[in-house]
């Protein structure tokens, strides 16, 4: 599992988004309730442009947060959506 995390790693860091999608997913199969993973994958499809994608990620980081009872990282999750949101409406 470590492999996959950090191989994901280096192709974000390398600005190689779609290669880290694709193993960030992979990894997310594996361990689905890894917020982490999550707020990976919204950032990396945020910064595809991929709105939707992003949201979807970003609806299961907060629902975690929920259950966790921290309402920080909550409120800080739906402020993301919050601005996806707004982005969709104006693009």
């Known amino acids: 599992m470590t492999d996959y995390k950090r191989a994901a790693e280096g192709h974000e860091r390398d600005g190689m988004v779609f290669k ?44 975690h947060y929920v259950i966790l009872q921290n309402a920080d990282a909550l409120v800080r999750t739906l402020e993301r959506i919050q601005v996806l949101d707004s982005r969709n409406r104006a693009g």
Do not use: C, F, G
């Open 20 to 63: 880290a999608v694709s193993l960030w997913k992979h990894v997310l199969k594996l361990e689905p309730n890894q917020t982490e993973i999550h707020e990976r994958l919204a950032s990396l499809y945020e910064r595809m442009d991929l709105r939707p994608e992003a949201r979807e990620h970003l609806e299961s980081v907060a629902e």
